[in-house]
């Protein structure tokens, strides 16, 4: 384990928000005009917003206030950069990651770890 922030450089601050049964045009326009970065279709009507992390609470209220359903929104770090993990290494890479989320003294778990879509079923 290295020293607090150490790895840091891996990832950025972003926010996020999720958004459920939306029309895509009028979304862009609202997130937009709120202050959103992008607003990324995830198909299904499923779109993902990304803001400035200081401003995701102001973002939603306004796109919440338009009548869009939002599935959730926070101030998270998304990696710059990613590792593949798989087989053995990604079950260990998993089990770290579910042990840290539950020790008491975590608030919070990020992850550069990218696992193959087939093996996490």
Known sequence: MGASGCVSYLFERKGIIEIEEAEEEQLMEVA???GANDVENQGD?????????DSVQDVRETIEGAGFKIISSAAVLVPTTTAKAEGKEAEQVRRLIEFLE???DTDE???NAEFDEDEEE
């Open 109 to 111: 778990v990020s992850s």
């Open 32 to 34: 937009l005009e709120a």
């Open 102 to 104: 539950e020790y008491d």
């Open 45 to 53: 009507g499923y779109f993902v917003v990304d803001c400035d992390p």
